[in-house]
Structure formats: structure tokens, C-alpha cells
């Protein structure tokens, strides 16, 4: 049997293979459906973050179904004109019957401040969250 070299690079990986053709082939078939999975998986998270930058609209802020939404109702209300913290933030969609752990609201918060809806500043007792 003869022994065949083939070195493959993808936008993930990079594999050097030596062997037959047919098993040269079949890891280049595996490694073509492994790429092609990992594309549709990132066009539909792409499709996914597109789709809930759009439920964060205006027109859904005004009637709040999701804690994001209702933390950003909270900012056209001002309510970030101030800086404040996780727990400020927590007690406020408590009083508006948003009841959730910081543990829950500082992962909704980063993503806000990620997608440019709040700003973040550092200051020496932790983060603070303000209108962008």
C-alpha cells in the first residue's frame, strides 16, 4: 500500500496526514462536514444575535416581555442617567416585578453593555452601569 502525505488547513484547524488515499480521503470528507457545521452554526448564532438586537427596539420597550427589554425601558426612563450598580439595577425591576438573582442580571447587563445599549465604568467598588 502506498503512503501518501496531505497537509490540510482550514479556518479552524491545520492537519498533516500520511496514509493511504482512501483514509486521506476519508479524513478530508470529515473534515469538510465538520467546517461546514461550524459555519451554519455560526450564521445561525449570527441569525440568532441579529434577531434579538431587533426585539430590543423601541417599539418593544414599550411593553417589556424579557428583563432585558425592561432594563432598557428603565434607560428611556432615565433611569441610567445616574450611574448605578447591579443591585440598584436589581431593586429597581423588583419594584417593577422583575424578580432575578445578581448572578442572572450581571450576565444580561454585560450583554447590554457588549451591544453598546448601556455603558459599563470601573470604579474602586465595582462596575456602574450608566445610559450610552
Known amino acids: 500500500m502506498e503512503k501518501h502525505t496531505a497537509k490540510i488547513k482550514t479556518k479552524y484547524s491545520e492537519v498533516e ?46 411593553n417589556p416581555r424579557s428583563v432585558s427589554e425592561m432594563i432598557l425601558k428603565l434607560k428611556q426612563e432615565g433611569f441610567f442617567d445616574a450611574r448605578k450598580t447591579l443591585s440598584d439595577v436589581q431593586k ?14 450581571s450576565g444580561i447587563l454585560l450583554r447590554l453593555v457588549k451591544k453598546q445599549s448601556l455603558g459599563r465604568v470601573k470604579e474602586t467598588d465595582g462596575w456602574r452601569y450608566v445610559k450610552r
Not at 416585578?97 to 442580571?105: D, S, W
Open 17 to 62: 496526514i500520511t496514509s493511504d488515499k482512501e483514509v486521506i480521503s476519508a479524513v478530508i470528507s470529515e473534515i469538510q462536514r465538520r467546517e461546514e457545521m461550524r459555519e451554519r452554526f455560526r450564521e445561525q448564532r449570527e441569525q440568532r444575535e441579529r434577531e434579538e438586537s431587533k426585539s430590543f427596539s423601541k417599539s418593544n420597550v414599550k
Open 92 to 105: 429597581e425591576l423588583e419594584s417593577n416585578g422583575f424578580i432575578y438573582p445578581n448572578t442572572t442580571l
